[in-house]
């Protein structure tokens, strides 16, 4: 997933069964300064907060990640 751009977390079962699929949500983390792997998912504009913890294991997970993977990883770096 991370390499496609996409982050991975991991959620609880009671988490799992209050999603049904149809939510707008946004996941809130900040990689730059939190230390936890703790990340806030934000249900339908706030209606709801959950929380889970994203499985980005290392610095190169973080940075292909932040680069939207590793296409987009590899590319920005032929441009420099």
Same mark, same amino acid.
């Given at each position: 997933m991370i390499k496609t751009g996409?982050?991975?977390? +991991?959620?609880?079962?009671? $988490?799992y069964k209050i999603l049904s699929g149809h939510e707008l949500f946004e996941i809130k983390l900040d990689l730059e300064t939190e230390t $936890?792997?703790?990340? +806030?998912?934000?249900?339908?504009g706030g209606d709801l907060v959950l929380h889970?913890?994203?499985?980005?294991?290392?610095?190169?997970d973080i940075k292909l990640f932040q680069s939207?993977?590793?296409?987009?990883? $590899?590319?920005?770096?032929?441009l420099k």
């Open positions: 996409l982050l991975p977390i +991991q959620i609880d079962e009671e $988490t $936890t792997k703790r990340v +806030q998912i934000v249900i339908n889970g913890e994203h499985l980005l294991l290392n610095a190169y939207g993977g590793v296409i987009r990883h $590899t590319l920005n770096g032929l």
